[in-house]
């Protein structure tokens, strides 16, 4: 899993989850955020925090997250939920202020900045979700030893070094754990995603 992160631009001065609802209130849809466009998972996170928090904000699709990232950084866009792996290094850097997590627990990478639930929005996760598949006729029996084998590798000390460097956390499930999460979350962002108004292409089963 690789979560996302709450961050804003250093231009902008809030210092708390807490200071950006309060300002997104008295300012209604005036605080910019940026993601690659709709559907995208940044977009849907937003999404997700408007919902929790009543807040509004305006929101500004780019072509690329590097592009976005640029004017994060020098101030022409206020905030967005970034991917920790590719934010981590600005926000060490001044260059970008992360305000909360989108996990439910901190980050040995940033262990002062707090979760989105410490910070005051309950319920609130929005992960980048790496996940094996198989065909779906695929024997139970390979399936379950597939698992075994990847769970094996996952658990290795090295692979969990290499993996944090990526701020990408070391995660494994049963097949099922994964079906049942994988239904959780179909769920959560296609009522989101029905809410802005998304026009879903295909369904997921």
Same mark, same amino acid.
Request: no cysteine; proline share 4%; glycine share 6%.
């Given at each position: @899993? ?12 809030v210092k708390t989850v807490a200071d950006v609802i309060a300002l997104a209130k008295a300012k209604p849809k005036t ?12 977009? +849907? ?13 305006? *929101?500004?699709?780019?072509?690329? &997250?590097? *592009?976005?990232?640029? %004017? ?6 206020? @905030? ?6 590719? &934010?981590? $290094? +600005? ?12 996990? %439910? ?14 910070? =005051? ?5 929005? &992960?980048?979700?790496?996940a094996v598949m198989m065909p779906p006729k695929t024997p139970a029996e390979i399936v379950t030893r597939v698992n075994r084998e990847i769970v094996e590798i996952m658990a290795e000390p090295d692979v969990?070094?290499?993996?944090? =460097?990526?701020? #990408? #956390? ?5 097949? %099922?754990?994964?079906? %049942?999460? @994988?239904?959780?979350?179909? $769920?959560?962002?296609?009522? !989101?995603?029905?809410?802005?108004? !998304? ?7």
């Open positions: @899993m690789s979560p996302y992160v709450l961050v804003v631009s250093p231009t902008l001065a605080l910019s955020y940026s993601s690659v466009g709709q559907a995208s998972q940044a977009y +849907l996170a937003m999404e997700l925090f408007s919902a929790k928090t009543g807040a509004e904000f305006n *929101h500004i699709p780019y072509k690329s &997250s590097t *592009h976005a990232v640029i %004017d994060l950084v020098e101030g022409r866009i206020d @905030m967005q939920f970034g991917i920790l792996g590719t &934010s981590l $290094e +600005l926000i060490r850097e001044g260059k970008l202020r992360a305000l909360a997590l989108a996990t %439910d627990k901190r980050s040995e990478d940033l262990p002062d900045v707090p979760t989105m639930a410490e910070a =005051g929005v309950a319920d609130f996760e929005a &992960s980048l979700l790496f969990k070094r290499a993996l944090a =460097g990526q701020a #990408i #956390i070391a995660a494994s499930s049963t097949p %099922d754990q994964l079906r %049942d999460r @994988m239904r959780k979350e179909v $769920e959560l962002w296609r009522g !989101l995603a029905v809410k802005a108004g !998304l026009v879903a292409q295909a369904e997921w089963t």
